[in-house]
């Protein structure tokens, strides 16, 4: 049974980079026709896309934030990563990884509080 | 970018009632849709995907219709542990987008 777990800072200063890692378990993510996504909520408000990788590595952003994010892949270690910079007090959010095969979101992980403030 | 109105923003029903929700696509979006549920405190869950397929484990009562820019979630007799937040997403163009919410409370 795949499950994801994210981790990282559970705070950043602003300005900074904010990194987070999802590890997949129970599966690889190498699957062929799996995108691997993260999403963000923040507190009591809606959900917002991020972007995805596909398995081969072909990414895809929310125009909104594109400049300032980057997902990438560490297949040795089962693992996908965000990078999202210059961080505001606007970027504060629930993080959740995902994977989506091909028709939606099918597994999340439980997500990762991320607060900015310095 | 395709835009996902949610309605009602909050459905106020008693168990046992039938819940129906809508979500409004900007543009046709064929059948590249999804259902989310959300509890306080936890993960989305999925519950349809591709319109009207249920998701792994997802009770009979939960259906989805819909196609193009017009798509409903019907929950034929609310459970308790049905009163939550839905969320639609499309899954037919870049950049994937969610509908803002509607939120299913207790009467």
């Known amino acids: 049974q795949l499950q994801l777990q994210e981790s990282g800072p559970g705070l950043v200063k602003p300005s900074e980079t904010l990194s987070l890692t999802c590890t997949v378990s129970g599966g690889s993510i190498s699957s062929s026709n799996y995108y691997w996504g993260w999403i963000r909520q923040p507190p009591g408000k809606g959900l917002e896309w991020i972007g995805n990788i596909y398995y081969s590595g072909n990414t895809y952003y929310n125009p909104s934030l594109k400049s300032r994010v980057t997902i990438s892949v560490d297949t040795s270690k089962n693992q996908f990563s965000l990078k999202l910079s210059s961080v505001t007090a606007a970027d504060t959010a629930v993080f959740y990884c995902a994977s989506d095969p091909v028709f939606a979101f099918d597994i999340w992980g439980h997500g990762t509080m991320v607060t900015v403030s310095s | ?107």
């Open chain 2, 1 to 107: 970018e395709i835009v996902l109105t949610q309605s009602p923003a909050t459905l106020s029903l008693s168990p046992g009632e039938r819940a129906t929700l809508s979500c409004r696509a900007s543009q046709s979006v064929s059948s590249y849709l999804a259902w989310y549920k959300q509890k306080p405190g936890q993960a989305p869950r999925l519950l349809i995907y591709e319109a009207s397929n249920r998701a792994t484990g997802i009770p009979a009562r939960f259906s989805g219709s819909g196609s193009g820019t017009d798509f409903t979630l019907t929950i034929s007799s609310l459970e308790p542990e049905d009163f939550a937040v839905y969320y639609c997403q499309q899954r037919s163009n870049w950049p994937l987008t969610f509908g803002g919410g509607t939120k299913v409370e207790i009467k």
